[in-house]
């Protein structure tokens, strides 16, 4: 093989080029462990603060052995979640909690507080099933634009009966970026909404990521690769 006076060798990366490539692997591997074990110690901490001044000193470890043990609270918290569901479960605990209803239903500000509050958290904590059935696209906010959103279930009840649509309607959330817990929720005909095989933790990846991870990229990618190779 013959070479030409006029071609170049490719220039090797130079010491400050290897020292930069360098330090933004590092942050990509440093920043989603640092912020996670960030985010956990702060929830700890504020946990703590929260509930070790409502416990007796007799049973606060910190007493006996003299240090600030982050957690603690998180425990105790667990085993007080715990103790109530299964007093909630029994006769009197329910009897309880009919009395203590019919109370807050008798204030006029309260009353709105507490049935909000009490309707997320059976939402999110007391179903079995999961909250969103499949991911899909959707085109939003006007046609030839499109949305990954999350089916929820088939629009039922007044909104079913008064809306027209020709196969029925689907419930639709359509999740904002880079927070997919807050969005929109939307009544689609059911033969506008496309179902992905995505799963609904990757759709999830996608939107918080504003598009820059996509699911089995690596698997597309070989795939993309093995069809050149047999073009070739």
Same mark, same amino acid.
């Given at each position: 093989m013959t070479t030409s006076p006029f071609d170049q060798e490719p220039k090797r990366p130079g010491l400050f080029s290897s020292l930069r490539a360098s330090f933004l692997t590092g942050l990509v591997v440093i920043m989603p462990i640092g912020l996670t074990i960030w985010l956990v110690w702060k929830v700890f901490g504020w946990i703590d603060g929260f509930v070790l001044p409502l416990v007796p000193a007799n049973l606060n470890p910190e007493e006996y052995i003299g240090i600030n043990l982050r957690g603690i609270g998180v425990i105790f918290l667990f085993l007080f979640t715990i103790i109530v569901g299964w007093v909630a479960k029994g006769l009197i605990?329910?009897?309880l909690i009919r009395f203590g209803e019919s109370l807050v239903d008798r204030t006029p500000v309260v009353r709105s507080i507490y049935s909000g509050i009490k309707q997320i958290a059976e939402t999110v904590f007391a179903q079995s099933e999961r909250s969103f059935e499949k991911a899909c696209l959707i085109e939003y906010p006007r =046609?030839? $634009?499109? +949305? *990954? +959103?999350?089916i929820s279930t088939d629009t039922k009840g007044e909104i079913a009966e008064k809306a027209p649509s020709m196969g029925g309607l689907v419930s639709v959330f359509v999740p904002t970026t880079p927070n997919p817990t807050s969005g929109f929720l939307l009544f689609f005909p059911q033969e506008d909404v496309i179902e992905l095989d995505m799963s609904i933790e990757d759709a +999830? =990846?996608? *939107? $918080?990521s504003a598009g820059l991870v996509y699911p089995n990229g690596e698997k597309a990618k070989q795939a993309i690769e093995a069809q050149l190779k047999k073009a070739s």
């Open positions: 605990g329910r009897s =046609k030839g $634009i499109w +949305a *990954v +959103a999350f +999830a =990846k996608l *939107v $918080i």
